[in-house]
């Protein structure tokens, strides 16, 4: 434990604590009297509330188009589910720059309703719910529909034997079954909501910002660390709070349920509701989530490829090399930071499944959820504040970016990893031990062959997470080595339909990678360890 420890206090606390100092502390002297002034502050009051009634209503639509959906993987069993499984789990592991990019081509200038009917949604809030939703239509799915698939069905169905009516039988027997569930996947939908930049930052334009947007407006643009630090402090407990409240629910379900084999679960759709909720389901998922990725790749292939053509081109400029020289950073960044993920992450794995870890390990399980929820671009600003100086000046050393996005992956590792490592019986490794065999061999030999399959797992969601980080790598990534989400907003901060489609075009390649990755994960998936 000593070893992910000590990468979060360095890589992760020393950063953060850094750049909230910077904003707070002036001669010497805290300036804590600067949160209430700040928090005064009429527009930034104006942004405190959108970043919360937007998550809410985020969370909201989310549940409402995407529980249907969690039923439908549940109970119903027709051709193509797992395929469909896997379309459904893109748009989760694209880049926030790919969903906003696609979005503005299906809602914005030009876009696919501009060309149909003339109606433009970039800028409005309509927008940003409708990539929310698109985001974390996957989290619903896999959250509650991996545990609807688990519950008896023969309760509801006794229910029903009793007298009860179907609504009846589903709000009184499945329904309390699966409000942990639900309740767990909301938090995740809020979170992540709460949290949002690349979605708000393109589609939301100047109308609208999230704490985490306004953090890098008031680092990036105004200059302003203490107002910065203030909204960082702000974003800190609000996450903590939602954490603290995940972990609670996550504990109901592990303690109040009793499971059954998923296989035997699906059915082949009967009578005609089911029938129609499936079709509904399929429409949703062709209409919300294949016809936004569907559209960016035609918007990338107007007049052909010679946008892509365009990405070999380098104008010395906001681009010091080629766009294209963009997707083999991305990969070597991506490569290195699975890396360290999968070190740190499965040292932090291996010490959370050990029966006798004690309360001070077992609360660093939490902490290590932090990374997801505070300020990636706190994060990726405290890198350059804390890592200026020996013994670790690294701001011009291309690992930066690697550890910057390590943080991101770490904490899919260990979710993915740790309940396959408690499942493992401790007498196999007693055994191991008394038969003469020193700890690493016991993993080697006892442990190994029972995670492998979900450490490949963990790997592949960390290389997906890591590709597609954005909030702090805009910060730490050098002009002449962007990243695939980096190069996409410069393109798009900048004017004329060239740049435009250079977007849609290595946005295009970016999902294509992380849709690859995707389908990598579902073919090593089991059913105890590919859910979220």
């Known amino acids: 434990m000593a070893v992910p420890v000590a990468f ?65 993987f549940a109970r ?52 940003i719910l409708l990539a929310h939703v698109f985001f974390n239509y996957a989290v619903v799915v896999r959250t509650v529909g991996g545990l609807w698939a688990q519950l008896d069905p023969r309760q509801e169905e006794a229910a029903r034997m009793l007298g009860a ?9 499945t329904l309390p079954a699966l409000a942990p569930a639900v309740a767990a996947a909301a938090l995740m939908v809020f979170l992540f909501t709460f949290t949002s930049f690349g979605v708000v930052q393109i589609l939301g334009g100047p109308t609208f910002s999230t704490l985490e947007v306004e953090i890098y407006r008031e680092t990036s643009e105004i200059f302003d660390l203490s107002t910065a630090a203030v909204l960082t402090l702000v974003q800190f407990a609000a996450v903590g709070t939602i954490l603290a409240v995940h972990a609670w629910t996550v504990r109901r379900r592990e303690s ?41 790749v035609r918007r990338s292939l107007d007049g052909g490829f010679g946008y892509y053509r365009a990405l070999g081109d380098a104008d010395g400029g906001t681009f010091l090399v080629a766009p294209i020289e963009s997707v083999a950073n991305s990969l070597e ?31 660093f399980d939490a902490l290590l959820m932090l990374p997801l929820g505070v300020s990636a671009v706190t994060v990726g600003f405290g890198f350059l504040i804390a890592l200026d100086r020996p013994p670790l000046d690294l701001r011009q050393s291309w690992i930066l970016v690697p550890l910057a996005q390590a943080l991101v992956g770490v904490p899919f590792v260990v979710r993915t990893m740790l309940p396959v490592l408690r499942a493992v019986d401790e007498r196999l490794r007693e055994a191991a031990a008394v038969l003469g065999a020193s700890p690493w061999r016991v993993w080697r030999e006892v442990d190994l062959p029972m995670v492998r399959r979900a450490l490949l797992i963990a790997a592949g969601f960390a290389f997906a997470v890591s590709l597609g980080e954005f909030g702090a790598t805009v910060f730490i990534a050098r002009p002449d080595n962007p990243t695939l989400p980096v190069a996409v907003a410069r393109l798009l901060s900048r004017p004329g339909d060239l740049n435009y489609g250079q977007a849609m075009a290595l946005s295009t390649i970016l999902m294509v990678v992380c849709a690859v990755a995707l389908l990598v994960l579902e073919r090593l998936r089991t059913d105890r360890t590919g859910e979220f």
Do not use: M, N
């Open 8 to 72: 979060f206090g360095v890589f992760f606390a020393w950063p953060v604590a850094a750049i909230v100092a910077r904003g707070l502390k002036a001669d010497g002297v805290w300036r804590f009297g600067r949160i209430a002034e700040v928090v005064g502050q009429s527009d930034i009051r104006h942004v405190l509330w959108f970043t919360t009634w937007q998550a809410l209503a985020s969370t909201a639509l989310t549940l409402l188009v995407a529980l249907p959906a969690a039923y439908v």
């Open 76 to 127: 119903l069993d027709f051709p193509g589910r797992q395929v469909l499984r896997a379309v459904v789990t893109v748009p989760f592991v694209l880049p926030t720059v790919v969903v906003g990019t696609a979005f503005l081509a299906l809602v914005g200038r030009g876009g696919l309703l501009d060309e149909l009917w003339g109606v433009r949604l970039d800028t409005t809030v309509w927008a």
């Open 165 to 173: 009516s179907p609504a009846a039988a589903w709000r009184k027997v």
């Open 256 to 296: 109040a349920l009793r499971l059954v084999d998923p296989s035997v679960t699906a059915r082949r759709p009967r009578g005609a509701g089911q029938w129609a909720l499936l079709g509904g389901v399929l429409a949703t998922v062709a209409v919300l989530l294949v016809l936004p990725l569907a559209v960016l």
């Open 333 to 363: 960044y991506a490569v290195a930071a699975t890396a360290v993920a999968v070190v740190i992450g499965g040292l932090a794995a291996a010490a959370l499944a050990r029966r006798d870890a004690g309360r001070l390990v077992r609360g």
